[in-house]
Each structure stands twice: as C-alpha cells, then as structure tokens.
C-alpha cells in the first residue's frame, strides 16, 4: 500500500475488555514496530519485528499484552482485560530493513489507533 | 538509561519569524537522531535524520544540528508559515531500530 494503515482508528473499550489493533505496512517493509503514546508526551517503544521473528519486545509493559506477525506483513497488537492506564494512542510503524545503511531504517508511521479505556 | 527533554513544551510565534526548537540527550553514544513532525489525528513525519558522524542535515526552511559531545541538537525553521503548526518531537537512536523520544515541542504560527 501506498502508507502504513491501522485499524480501527478509535477504540472504545470497557475495563476488563480484551481488544484487538491491527497494523498493514508498507508493502515490502520487513520491520516494523509498535509504539505507545501517552496524552502530551513521546511515543515509548513496544515491540520490534523482523519478517514474523518478534525480536525485542522489552517495551510491553505487562504480559496483558501481545504482539504477532504471523505472515510476516500484517500485525496485531492485542490487549487482554484492559486497565484504564492502557489509555494512549498506539503507533505502528514500518522500515525496508533487511540491513545497514541509514535510509534502509528510517520508519514510517501510520495514524494510530487512539484507545480510551472506560 | 537514555533520555531526551525537548525546550519549550510549547512555543507561539507570529508567522514569518525564525525559531529554534532545542532537544537534549544524555547519553551521546547514538547512531542517529531524528526530528519529526506530528500532525492532529494523523502520524508522524520524518523531517530530516542526522547521523551520529554529520554535524548537520537542511530540508528546504528546515536546517537540524547536532552536537554529540553536548548532547544537544536544535531544530531551525526559517520564515515560518501557518503551515509548520504542529508538534515536534526528536527521537535519538543507539542502534539500528530502536528510537527514544523527547516529549515533544508544540508549535503554533500566528497568522
């Protein structure tokens, strides 16, 4: 496609929902990366993948949440028994990758999908 | 741990003026550092990306430079415009995927 597009935009979910966001890169791009956004302040680093190989997932701040590329294109964040605290815009972003060289990893974002916990 | 602070968190000026938005870090250990630009409801837009060994990267009104030895880079826009109204975040880089950010700036151009 023409730019990383996410899905749904907006979200509303009651406490204790367990929701679902999705991610299309650009097509070609082997990494991509899940961010979250807190009102008024930087994006923080959630999870990064090669191709379908989830190869950093330090940011995920608890093991309510999970993150999966299973063909190596598409990706799904899921949330599990949401807290309000989850409450924030979450990021995806893609990069060709593949190897060195500045321009390769430069990331290119989606919209985000803004979450509100209720 | 890395951290990067953005200077002001909020910035107003009339349309036409030259700005500088600052950006600093604490560990200059970096591979690069970044500035975008952040739209209402839309994403992030890389503006220009500095490598860790260049002093400095331009784009049109848009010049960035980098110091690594202060931990500082500043973002200049020339002859602003209503235009450039949006937030500004830098994102530094200690390896080839993971980028850390400031909080980011918001900038608003007086007509």
């Known amino acids: 496609g023409a730019g990383v597009s996410q899905s749904p935009r907006y979200k509303v979910a009651k406490r204790g929902q367990d929701v679902a966001l999705r991610c299309d890169p650009i097509s070609g791009h082997v990494s991509l990366f899940w961010y979250q956004q807190a009102l008024g302040q930087g994006p923080e680093f959630l999870t990064y993948?090669?191709?379908?190989?989830?190869?950093?997932k330090s940011g995920l701040p608890s093991d309510r949440f999970f993150a999966e590329r299973p063909e190596g294109s598409v990706s799904t964040l899921k949330i599990q028994r949401t807290q309000q605290e989850d409450s924030a815009v979450y990021l995806c972003a893609s990069s060709l990758g593949g190897g060195a060289g500045v321009f390769r990893n430069i990331q290119y974002f989606g919209a985000g999908t803004r979450l509100s916990v209720l | 741990k890395q951290e990067v602070t953005q200077i002001p968190a909020a910035l107003s000026v009339p349309e036409g003026e030259n700005l500088v938005l600052n950006c600093s870090f604490t560990d200059s250990a970096i591979y690069n550092l970044q500035w975008f630009r952040q739209d209402p409801g839309k994403g992030l837009t890389s503006l220009l990306l500095i490598q860790s060994s260049q002093r400095e990267q331009t784009s049109g009104r848009l010049n960035a430079s980098l110091d690594k030895s202060s931990g500082r880079s500043t973002l200049y826009i020339a002859a602003s415009q209503p235009g450039d109204s949006a937030t500004y975040l830098c994102?530094?880089?200690?390896?080839?995927?993971?980028?850390?950010w400031g909080a980011g700036t918001k900038l608003i151009i007086k007509p």
């Open positions: 994102a530094v880089s200690a390896s080839n995927y993971q980028l850390i």
């Open positions: 993948f090669q191709n379908e190989a989830q190869l950093d």
